[in-house]
């Protein structure tokens, strides 16, 4: 039987991409993630996730909007790239 790895204590950064560009004022709301607007008209949000429980929260936020969640992936930490 396998077992898992330790959950490690770090956050786990992701990045969502959303339709439309939101502005930097949006930021706040989505718990400090970092909005960029990409050239195709969406807008990334990434940053630190500190578990399941607070990215099942910032995907009823996207909900909430009413605008279309394109993705969701886990990334690497800034400092990690």
């Known amino acids: 039987m396998r077992t ?43 940053g630190p996730v500190a578990d399941q429980a607070h990215l099942h929260g910032l995907l009823s936020k996207v909900r909430d909007l009413g605008v279309i969640l394109i993705s969701v992936e886990p990334t690497r930490a800034p400092d990690q790239r």
């Open 4 to 46: 898992r790895p330790p959950p490690s204590k770090a956050p786990a950064c992701y990045q969502l991409r959303i339709d439309g560009h939101f502005d930097d004022r949006w930021s706040t709301w989505f718990d400090g993630l970092v909005l960029t607007r990409e050239s195709d008209g969406t807008t990334s949000l990434t």
